[in-house]
C-alpha cells in the first residue's frame, strides 16, 4: 500500500471511454478519501527492422501523451492530484506493477455487447487476478 501522501488511487487510461470513465472514478474516489490519482498510460512499440525506428518510439510515446492529456482535459479534477505517468509496456504489465504502490486500482472494460459484453477485456481480467491491491472495474452502463 502506499507509504507517502495519502490514500493512492492508481487508474489506467488508454483514450477508450471506458477508461475516461474510470478516470472520473478514480478522481471522485480520491477527492472523497482526501487521496491523490495516478494516471497510468502504457504504451509498447513493437520494433521493425528499419532506418527510422528511433522515429517509431517517439511517434508511439507522443500519441500516449496526446490520449492522456486528452483524458485529463476532460476529467473534473479540482482539489485532487493528479500524477502522470507514462509506461513502456503491455498495458496489463504496466498497471500490474503500478499496482504495487496503490491502495486502489481502477480500469475501464471494454465490454462488447450481448453474450461477449458479459466477459471482461484480457487487461480486466488479468488485472483482477494478480493486481497488489484491491481493483475496481468499470463497466459500461447497460443500454434502456
Known sequence: MDSGGG???VVGVDGSEHSAAALQWAVDE???????VRVVTAWHYVPVPS???????????????????????????DGV??????VRNLP???LLDASKDADLLVVGSRGHGGF????L?????QI????SCPVLIIRPKAAV
Open 7 to 9: 490514500f493512492l488511487v
Open 30 to 36: 480520491a477527492r472523497l478519501r482526501r487521496g491523490r
Open 51 to 77: 532506418t527510422v525506428e528511433d522515429a517509431g518510439i517517439n511517434d508511439a510515446l507522443n500519441a500516449a501523451q496526446r490520449v492522456q492529456a486528452k483524458a485529463l482535459e476532460a476529467v473534473s479534477a
Open 81 to 86: 492530484e493528479i500524477e502522470r505517468s507514462l
Open 92 to 94: 496489463a504489465a504496466g
Open 116 to 119: 461477449t459484453g458479459l466477459l
Open 121 to 125: 477485456g484480457s487487461v480486466s481480467t
Open 128 to 131: 483482477a487476478h494478480h493486481a
